[in-house]
């Protein structure tokens, strides 16, 4: 699979993510083989949270229990985990940010993570008590590097500001069909086209300019929080046309197309994927070594209704 190294950490990741929010209840044997389908493909990075399993790092836990990586094992994978989120606030403070990490540690039984993301932007944080908390589990060896989930630039720059810590990656929603994040661009300064709204201030041209990484989360839902779009002929017909004719030509799946329009674009954009089956994610992870034509990619952008002036 291709790999990025993301800047300014020398970690080289894979260009799909495994997610592993959904695994709080599957057993042992069968986390084991999502992990092993995963690292077959050429994933070799983990994505947590502190809230993904109903109750505080249940999924962190139950990979912990299952996997039980070796030392050699350990230093071939990327984990990250993110923070955060507390039932009804979101909480960028200090003391909360230390102990979900060593918290986070404790349940996926490392003594490290490689990647800490802030989860979504606490709009009380105070960017000092955020340096204090990186500052402290990076001398401890707790955590090597940091990043921010679902930030724009100015929330970024805010923290930037006192954070002597890189922030190198970005973790945001980013679709073929739900993709502002991309479309606004490509509309810009065109009054009255719903389109042209720039909904995250440049944000992929500002990590580009800046070396931070942008991971994408749920690369088949259709908006947010509405449902896929493959297999979608109500509302995507003509773009479920031209991923299936893709997927022909290419000898892949349609989930694997949908990863290859993501991947596809020079911002070396990763790709989280979230499913708990073994083939699905072996079928999903083919698509990083796609390279669509600029053709392909942009039939696939205006076959899901975005606008090409």
């Given at each position: 699979m291709k790999t990025h190294v993301l800047p300014n950490t020398g970690l080289t990741a894979s260009a799909v993510v495994l997610g592993m929010m959904r695994i709080a209840s599957l057993s042992d044997a069968r986390i084991r083989d999502l992990v092993a389908a995963a690292r077959d493909a050429g994933v070799n990075v983990f994505d947590h949270a502190d809230i993904y399993g109903g109750e505080r790092h249940a999924c962190e836990r139950r990979f912990g229990e299952a996997v039980r990586l070796s030392p050699a094992e350990r230093e071939s994978v990327v984990i990250q985990s993110k923070c955060g989120i507390r039932p009804g606030y979101y909480d960028f403070s200090t003391e909360h940010i230390v102990r979900s990490a060593e918290e986070s540690l404790a349940a996926l039984r490392t003594d490290h993570l490689d990647l800490l993301l802030l989860h979504r932007p606490d709009t009380l944080v105070r960017p000092e008590e955020v340096a204090e908390a990186f500052d402290r589990l990076h001398r401890a060896g707790k955590v090597a590097h940091f990043g921010v989930s679902n930030h724009t630039p100015g929330q970024i720059e805010l923290l930037r500001r006192v954070v002597d810590r890189p922030l190198v990656v970005n973790q945001v929603q980013l679709s073929i069909t739900h993709a502002p994040l991309v479309a606004a661009g490509l509309a810009a300064n065109m009054a009255g086209v719903e389109q042209s709204a720039d909904r995250d201030n440049g944000l992929l041209e500002y990590s580009r300019l800046n070396g931070i990484t942008l991971?994408?989360?749920?690369?088949?839902?259709?908006?947010?929080?509405?449902?896929?779009?493959?297999?979608?002929?109500?509302?995507?017909?003509?773009?479920?046309t031209a991923i299936d004719e893709l997927a022909e030509h290419y000898g892949v799946t349609p989930a694997a197309i949908a990863i290859a329009w993501i991947t596809r674009h020079p911002a070396d954009i990763q790709t989280v994927i979230g499913t708990t089956r073994p083939e699905r994610v072996t079928e999903a992870a083919a698509g990083a070594d796609i390279v669509l034509t600029r053709q392909e990619w942009y039939r696939l952008f205006t076959a899901a209704g975005h606008l090409l002036p």
């Open positions: 991971q994408a989360w749920s690369p088949f839902q259709r908006d947010f929080f509405h449902g896929g779009f493959l297999g979608d002929r109500e509302d995507h017909a003509e773009l479920n």
